[in-house]
C-alpha cells in the first residue's frame, strides 16, 4: 500500500497539483499554530482566579473524579462532590480536608443518582442553596460496556439483552442533558464552563464498545451542537482520552458478567487525566485528545479510516488478557 502511496507522492511533484497541496498544508499548520497560540496565550486564566470560584465535579467517588476534586479544592475552590455512594464521598471529603489543611465547609457532599432527572434537579439546587452561583460544571460520570453484539443472543431475557445499552445512553448521555438544562442559567449567570470528560470512542468506532462508543458519539454531537447554540455565554470543552488507569474497566458491564483484565503499561494515569482536565477548561480549548497515538489515530480518520480501523482493532483487543 505504501508503494502506492510513494507513486502517488512522485507524480505529485511533476504536477501543478503539488504546489496546491503546499499552500494547503501551509496554510492549516499555520491556522493551527494560530490557534495555539490564541488558546494558550490569549484566553488562558490566572490559577488565583480559581479561588472561591464554584465547582461541581459528577463521578467523584473515585478515579479521575477524585483527582479532580482534590485539585480544584487545592486551587481554593468550593468543590461540590457528586455521586451515588454517599460513603466514598464523605472519606473523599475527609481526605481532601486533612491533605490540604482547608476548611471543610469548601467542600460539599451531593448523593445523586444521575439517571434520574428530579435528582439531577435538586442537585443543581442544592450547590446553589449552598454557594448562590455555580462557575464550572465537571461531567465526568460514566459506565462502560464490553460485549460482542453479535452474541448478544446468549442472553434469554429480551430485555436483558439491551439492558447494556439503555444503561449506557442513560448514564453517559441524559444524565449529562439533565445537568446541564438545570445547571445552565446559573453558568450563564457567571459566563461559566462546562467540562465533559469524554472518551476517545466518542471520535470514532471501537470494537467490542458498541453501545459506549455510541453513549460517547452523542455527548459529542450533543455539546457541539450546544456550543454552537449558545454562541460565547459560555465555556464547553470536551476532553477524549483513551485508557485511564482506574477501576472504571473493572466495572464494565459484559454478557458474562465477569470483569475485565487489562494489561495497563500503556494506561494514563487518572491524576495525568485530572491535570489535563483542568489544563483544558483554563485555556479554555473546545477538545482535547491526551495521548499521542489517539491524536495520530483522529487525524488519520478522515484520510485513511481502513488503517485507523486495524490499529483500533489491534489496542483494543490486544489490552484484553483474556481475549
Same mark, same amino acid.
Given at each position: 500500500?505504501?508503494?502506492?502511496?510513494?507513486?502517488?507522492?512522485?507524480?505529485?511533484?511533476?504536477?501543478?497539483?503539488?504546489?496546491?497541496?503546499?499552500?494547503?498544508?501551509?496554510?492549516?499548520?499555520?491556522? *493551527?499554530?494560530?490557534?495555539? /497560540?490564541?488558546?494558550?496565550?490569549? %484566553?488562558?486564566?490566572?490559577? &488565583?482566579?480559581?479561588?472561591?470560584? =464554584? !465547582?461541581?465535579?459528577?463521578?467523584?467517588?473515585?478515579?479521575?473524579?477524585?483527582?479532580?476534586?482534590?485539585?480544584?479544592?487545592?486551587?481554593?475552590?468550593?468543590?461540590?462532590?457528586?455521586?451515588?455512594?454517599?460513603?466514598?464521598?464523605?472519606?473523599?471529603?475527609?481526605?481532601?480536608?486533612?491533605?490540604?489543611?482547608?476548611?471543610? *465547609?469548601?467542600?460539599?457532599? /451531593?448523593?445523586?443518582?444521575?439517571? %434520574?432527572?428530579?435528582?439531577? &434537579?435538586?442537585?443543581?439546587?442544592? =450547590? !446553589?442553596?449552598?454557594?448562590?452561583?455555580?462557575?464550572?460544571?465537571?461531567?465526568?460520570?460514566?459506565?462502560?460496556?464490553?460485549?460482542?453484539?453479535?452474541?448478544?443472543?446468549?442472553?434469554?431475557?429480551?430485555?436483558?439483552?439491551?439492558?447494556?445499552?439503555?444503561?449506557?445512553?442513560?448514564?453517559?448521555?441524559?444524565?449529562?442533558?439533565?445537568?446541564?438544562?438545570?445547571?445552565?442559567?446559573?453558568?450563564?449567570?457567571?459566563?461559566?464552563?462546562?467540562?465533559?470528560?469524554?472518551?476517545?470512542?466518542?471520535?470514532?468506532?471501537?470494537?467490542?464498545?458498541?453501545?459506549?462508543?455510541?453513549?460517547?458519539?452523542?455527548?459529542?454531537?450533543?455539546?457541539?451542537?450546544?456550543?454552537?447554540?449558545?454562541?460565547?455565554?459560555?465555556?464547553?470543552?470536551?476532553?477524549?482520552?483513551?485508557?485511564?488507569?482506574?477501576?472504571?474497566?473493572?466495572?464494565?458491564?459484559?454478557?458474562?458478567?465477569?470483569?475485565?483484565?487489562?494489561?495497563?503499561?500503556?494506561?494514563?494515569?487518572?491524576?495525568?487525566?485530572?491535570?489535563?482536565?483542568?489544563?483544558?477548561?483554563?485555556?479554555?480549548?473546545?477538545?482535547?485528545?491526551?495521548?499521542?497515538?489517539?491524536?495520530?489515530?483522529?487525524?488519520?480518520?478522515?484520510?485513511?479510516?481502513?488503517?485507523?480501523?486495524?490499529?483500533?482493532?489491534?489496542?483494543?483487543?490486544?489490552?484484553?488478557?483474556?481475549?
Amino acid at each position: 500500500m505504501f508503494y502506492y502511496f510513494y507513486l502517488l507522492y512522485l507524480y505529485l511533484i511533476q504536477t501543478p497539483l503539488y504546489y496546491v497541496l503546499s499552500v494547503i498544508i501551509f496554510l492549516i499548520l499555520t491556522f *493551527k499554530t494560530l490557534q495555539w /497560540v490564541l488558546n494558550n496565550k490569549v %484566553n488562558i486564566k490566572s490559577l &488565583e482566579s480559581y479561588k472561591n470560584k =464554584v !465547582v461541581i465535579v459528577t463521578g467523584a467517588s473515585g478515579g479521575i473524579g477524585e483527582k479532580i476534586a482534590f485539585k480544584y479544592a487545592e486551587l481554593g475552590s468550593k468543590v461540590a462532590i457528586v455521586a451515588r455512594r454517599v460513603e466514598l464521598l464523605e472519606k473523599l471529603k475527609k481526605d481532601i480536608v486533612k491533605q490540604l489543611n482547608i476548611d471543610s *465547609k469548601q467542600i460539599l457532599v /451531593v448523593q445523586c443518582d444521575l439517571c %434520574n432527572e428530579n435528582e439531577c &434537579e435538586q442537585m443543581i439546587e442544592r =450547590v !446553589v442553596r449552598e454557594w448562590n452561583r455555580i462557575d464550572i460544571c465537571v461531567w465526568n460520570a460514566g459506565v462502560g460496556s464490553l460485549i460482542e453484539f453479535d452474541k448478544l443472543d446468549q442472553i434469554e431475557s429480551r430485555q436483558d439483552r439491551f439492558k447494556i445499552f439503555r444503561d449506557n445512553m442513560e448514564i453517559n448521555y441524559f444524565s449529562l442533558v439533565y445537568c446541564t438544562s438545570f445547571a445552565l442559567p446559573y453558568l450563564k449567570q457567571q459566563k461559566g464552563s462546562i467540562v465533559v470528560v469524554s472518551s476517545l470512542a466518542g471520535k470514532y468506532g471501537t470494537p467490542l464498545r458498541t453501545s459506549y462508543s455510541a453513549s460517547k458519539h452523542a455527548v459529542q454531537g450533543f455539546f457541539n451542537s450546544l456550543r454552537n447554540e449558545l454562541s460565547n455565554q459560555i465555556q464547553i470543552s470536551i476532553i477524549c482520552p483513551g485508557f485511564v488507569l482506574t477501576d472504571f474497566h473493572q466495572k464494565v458491564a459484559t454478557i458474562d458478567g465477569k470483569p475485565i483484565e487489562r494489561e495497563s503499561h500503556s494506561f494514563m494515569t487518572a491524576d495525568q487525566c485530572a491535570t489535563i482536565v483542568l489544563k483544558t477548561e483554563r485555556c479554555n480549548k473546545r477538545e482535547v485528545i491526551p495521548q499521542l497515538k489517539a491524536k495520530v489515530g483522529t487525524y488519520l480518520q478522515p484520510i485513511l479510516p481502513e488503517l485507523v480501523d486495524v490499529m483500533t482493532n489491534k489496542v483494543a483487543k490486544g489490552s484484553l488478557k483474556n481475549k
